[in-house]
Antibody, heavy 122, light 110 residues
């Protein structure tokens, strides 16, 4: 079965940095684009970033561009989100999610991890 | 990257049908047939229910169906059941941001 397991969340002070990880199993990780989606407490879903299957192409929401960097290590089946200059409004559960089709982006997210909570507060 | 607009809440009695709307723009819903819908129960991760406007992943009940007209997509749940009570989010491919999500709709089974 396909599985995604996020880790790395926690409490960070405003202006701080953190790296989230997402370990994938049960599918050929290197064939699929991957995403980070976040959900602030009691709020809706917000797409954060996507990386192509090879890692050559990356995309970001305006709210995080220039502060967050998405990357992947296909040899370790792991997705990362490097977050810098964190703000209170970045507080959320961060989910990693797999794109639906091989080699495609933006067409649907068929598997999601259980999420990791980031809290930005002093 | 404005969020797609959904009603905050929709309710229905068991066995009834309900429809959730999702209104976007020419850069997303109206421009592409890549609307998807997600169900999220409290404390759980979202689950893909519909993709490509009206396709269902394997294992998703046929009671869930999608459609689109212009800049508005819709999810219909027929034969409403207690287990359908959850939050529902639409999403679309967007030329401006890859994915854009809807504001979310809380479905209550009366």
């Amino acid at each position: 079965d396909e599985q995604l397991l996020e880790s790395g969340g926690g409490l960070v002070q405003p202006g701080g940095s953190l790296r989230l990880s997402c370990a994938a199993s049960g599918f050929t990780f290197s064939n699929y684009a991957m995403n980070w989606v976040r959900q602030a407490p009691g709020k809706g879903l917000e797409w954060v970033s996507e990386i192509s299957s090879s890692g050559d192409s990356t995309y970001y929401a305006d709210s995080v561009r220039g502060r967050f960097t998405i990357s992947r290590d296909n040899s370790k089946n792991t997705l990362y989100l490097h977050m810098h200059n964190l703000r209170a409004e970045d507080t959320a559960v961060y989910y990693c999610a797999k794109d639906l089709w091989v080699g495609a982006t933006g067409l649907g997210l068929d598997y999601w991890g259980q999420g990791t909570l980031l809290t930005v507060s002093s | 990257q404005s969020a797609l607009t959904q009603p905050a809440s929709v309710s229905g009695s068991p066995g009834q049908s309900i429809t959730i709307s999702c209104t976007g723009f020419s850069s997303d819903v109206a421009g592409y047939n890549y609307v998807s819908w997600y169900q999220q129960h409290p404390g759980n991760a979202p689950k893909l229910m519909v993709y490509d406007v009206n396709a269902r992943p394997s294992g998703v009940s046929t009671r869930f169906s999608g459609s689109k007209s212009g800049n508005t997509a819709s999810l219909t749940i027929s034969g409403l059941q207690a287990e359908d009570e959850a939050d529902y989010f639409c999403s679309s491919y967007s030329s401006g941001s890859v994915y854009v999500f809807g504001t979310g709709t809380k479905v209550t089974v009366l």
